[in-house]
């Protein structure tokens, strides 16, 4: 069993930053990429960043020089550091992961429960 457990979502006014983390846990032999992608109502969810495990990043257009996606490996975890917040933001974020569970399942990814982030003009 794999668990991606977000958190730091919340309520903010457009301009300003929130900080989100997800931490995996449960049976874990390896984690490859760690992504976070967001859905807002009435719309298909979409990547937002996404980091290798050696550190390499890719961002969408949209977020470019506003978000910032980071790792840490031993903690098993993934951050979104966003700034610069616009009310088109708002949208619930989810972690995404490849996990290789053990050394003799295949990898698979794994997404969390989400959480909302509310940008207001």
């Known amino acids: 069993q794999v668990l991606l457990v ?7 006014q457009a301009g300003g930053s ?3 983390s997800c931490a995996a846990s449960g049976t874990i032999f390896n984690i490859n990429d760690m992504s976070w992608y967001r859905q ?3 719309k298909q969810r979409e990547l937002v960043a996404a980091i290798m495990r050696g ?4 961002y969408a257009d ?3 020089g506003r978000f910032t996606i980071s790792r840490d490996n031993a903690k098993k975890s993934v ?9 088109e933001d708002t949208a619930v974020y989810y972690c ?10 295949d990898w698979r990814y794994y997404w969390g429960q989400g ?6 003009s």
Request: net charge positive; glycine share 12%.
């Open 79 to 87: 951050y979104l550091q966003m700034s610069s917040l616009k009310p």
């Open 55 to 58: 550190g390499s990043t890719n």
């Open 62 to 64: 949209s977020m470019k």
């Open 115 to 120: 959480t909302q982030v509310t940008v207001s």
């Open 6 to 12: 977000e958190s730091g979502g919340g309520v903010v």
């Open 18 to 20: 929130l900080r989100l």
């Open 40 to 42: 807002a109502p009435g």
């Open 96 to 105: 995404n992961a490849a996990v290789q569970p053990t050394a003799r399942l």
